[in-house]
């Protein structure tokens, strides 16, 4: 028996759980990593084998889940989250939003442990408002590819919302905006990793329709650091997580190109079907509730992502 409080990561060997991971070791929590490796990979936690206080569980979270002991927090981060891991994994998706979220909030409520679900800014689809606020609805196409990752997000926030308005469980709800950082996997088809691979290899950077859709990518350290501060803030409703700094993806293939110092040139092929046109996060909330802001700018971001992809490039294992 130890006193210190213990927390369950699902999705713990995927890119954003792991680092989640490293995070709750060196805050002092007992870790439960738990993963199916459907889209993980175990070398992201590796390095944390043989460490006091961490457990790794290979489980599929939409079975039913239990964990021996007390159970202070759950952060549900289990789900295929690329495009085309989602569009690969139509059904597996579906699940894991929908049935994995009813046994890991039924785990919650068992074990009288605080959850927080990790949503996304696809909640708002192909938005109609902008920059999006956490008060906005959404534009989403249920039918449509990705209606599967951003529906089975919006079941599980109704869900989770449920769970704790009847049975009282202590909740908390992050919408994370596009992510980068070091364990992404270069070929999950996200434009980071896509183009980086790309300008590294010396090979044409894919850039979906015109390139003039935006994003607003936020370093990974700094979405760990938002999480950390919503998980022990009292807040209920949702907190967009994210980087304001919007780019359109033409714009995003030229810095990569100048950061990674590439002779690669720029090919156009067609935008994926309902590819939302813009994205930008308004983070009022989070900025007011928890004290939060991004630190990390772009720059320094992918400095840290590129060396990182390097090495991965040129088949040095990581750590
Ligand atoms: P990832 O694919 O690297 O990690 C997801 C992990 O969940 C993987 O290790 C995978 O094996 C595991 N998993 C999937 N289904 C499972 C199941 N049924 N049982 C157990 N484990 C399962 O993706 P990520 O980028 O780290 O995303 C983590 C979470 O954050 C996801 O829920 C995703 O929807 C959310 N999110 C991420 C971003 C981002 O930009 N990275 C943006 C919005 C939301
Ligand atoms: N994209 C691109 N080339 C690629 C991969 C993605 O131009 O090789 C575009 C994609 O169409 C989208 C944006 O980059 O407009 C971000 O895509 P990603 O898959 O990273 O995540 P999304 O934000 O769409 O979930």
């Known amino acids: 028996m130890s006193n210190k409080p213990k927390v369950l990561i699902t999705g713990g060997a995927g890119f954003v759980g792991s680092h989640l991971c490293d995070r709750f070791l060196a805050e002092g929590f007992e870790v439960v990593a738990m993963d199916n490796l459907i889209t993980g990979n175990i070398q992201n936690i590796s390095h944390l084998f043989g460490r006091e206080g961490f457990t790794y569980v290979k489980h599929d979270v939409t079975n039913y889940t239990f964990v021996e002991g007390e ?17 690969k994994l139509p059904i597996q998706t579906l699940k894991v939003g929908a049935l994995g979220t009813h046994k890991i909030l039924g785990l919650a409520k068992e074990k009288k442990a605080r ?26 196409n249920p039918i449509g590819l990705r209606g599967v990752y951003d529906e089975a997000k919006r079941f599980m926030e109704s869900m989770t919302m449920a769970y704790h308005r009847v049975h009282g469980v202590e909740t908390r709800i992050v919408r994370i905006f596009n992510t980068y950082g070091p364990r992404m996997r270069l070929d999950d088809g996200r434009v980071l990793p896509a183009f980086v691979g790309q300008a590294l290899r010396g090979e044409g950077l894919s850039v979906f329709g015109d390139g003039s859709q935006t994003r607003s990518f936020c370093y990974v350290d700094d979405l760990v650091e938002g999480i950390y501060r919503l998980l022990l803030s009292d807040e209920i409703m949702p907190v967009n997580i994210g980087n304001p700094a919007e780019i359109t993806i033409l714009d995003f293939a030229k810095e990569i190109i100048a950061l990674t110092g590439s002779s690669s040139e720029i090919l156009y092929h067609p935008l994926p079907e ?3 046109k813009v994205r930008q996060p308004d983070i009022t909330r989070a900025r007011a509730i928890l004290g939060w802001e991004p630190k990390i700018d772009r720059h ?13 490039v040129h088949g040095v294992p990581q750590v």
Do not use: C, M
């Open 71 to 87: 159970l202070d927090y759950i952060l549900h981060f289990a789900s295929p989250a690329s495009p085309i891991d989602y569009l």
């Open 115 to 140: 959850v927080l679900i990790a949503s996304t800014s696809e909640v708002y689809g192909d938005p109609l408002i902008h920059p999006q606020r956490e008060d906005y609805w959404g534009n989403v």
């Open 274 to 276: 309902d590819d939302p």
């Open 300 to 312: 320094e971001g992918l400095k840290r992502t590129i060396e990182y992809f390097k090495k991965q």
